[in-house]
């Protein structure tokens, strides 16, 4: 369909290696863009590109820390080389880190800043300079539910991070959009990935808790992202910038927040002693 055609279109994934990533990569090489695959796991970011290739497509898969600033300018060096140009960024990598609050170390809250604040925001900056430079682009930044919503049960530190990720979406858009560079923040809720299944099997109530903040009734899959990625890369989406888009089956729309009753762990009732 014309509308979400990307013929010429480049676009750079980060996280392509599995998951949202993989599936956004998937999604807009078959909407017709070249992709540029990245991954710290080189070997997972190939067999996405094996798999793109496969159907005709053009794919390149680079290794990348996204937490590493001047491996970020390296990888950008690379695009230019490859493909000359970049229209669409997914910036979807990234890892949290669970703790207590009074129990995260320094150390441990500067990594997850590192990586989901400063690499997010060092990807923007090198795609951005290049979109600027064309006069037109569009960036998907990954936030989480926990953009907007406190989940407690120690995502301290992720919940910090992703709440900066919609705040540099905003500043991004507003100073970019007019010179043609588009930026919004796609929040997800729970989408299935090898962490949460673990933890799901780890504890046999959580799976039914998250389910009670979920109208849709279930999980998310990383296939659900792929419509949002291909409308946010096509021209269709011309007009949307700076808007923060929950892809969460309804779950901020009901005001759940991360798990309805549950927070035996970390919310108590106050005794007053
Ligand atoms: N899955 C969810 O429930 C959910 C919900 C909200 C937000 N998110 C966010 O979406 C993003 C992707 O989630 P997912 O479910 O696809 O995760 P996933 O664990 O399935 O995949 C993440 C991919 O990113 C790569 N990666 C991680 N850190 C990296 C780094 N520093 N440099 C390069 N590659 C790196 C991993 O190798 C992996 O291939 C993450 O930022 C996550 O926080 C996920």
Redesign the pocket.
Known sequence: MKLFDLSGKVGVI??????????TAVALAECGAQVML????LA??EATASQIRGSGQRAVAS??????PT?IEQLFREVDQEFGRVDFLGN?????HLARPEDLTIADLHKVLQ??VV?RFAMCQEAGRRMLAQGRGSIMN?????STTALGRGHIA?SMA?GAVIQMTRELSTEWSYRGVRVNCV??????????QARIEADAGLEQRFLGGIPVGR??R?NDIQGLAVLLASDASEWITGAIIPMDGGNTAMNAGGTPGHQGATIQRFDGK
């Open positions: 980060s996280g392509a290696a599995q998951g949202l990533g993989r599936a990245v991954d710290r796991n997972g970011a290794a990348c820390d996204v937490s590493d491996a979807i990598a990234g890892d949290g990586n989901l690499g990954i936030g989480s539910l926990a992720y992703m929040t997800p809720a729970q989408v299935l990935n090898p962490s949460l999980l998310g990383p």
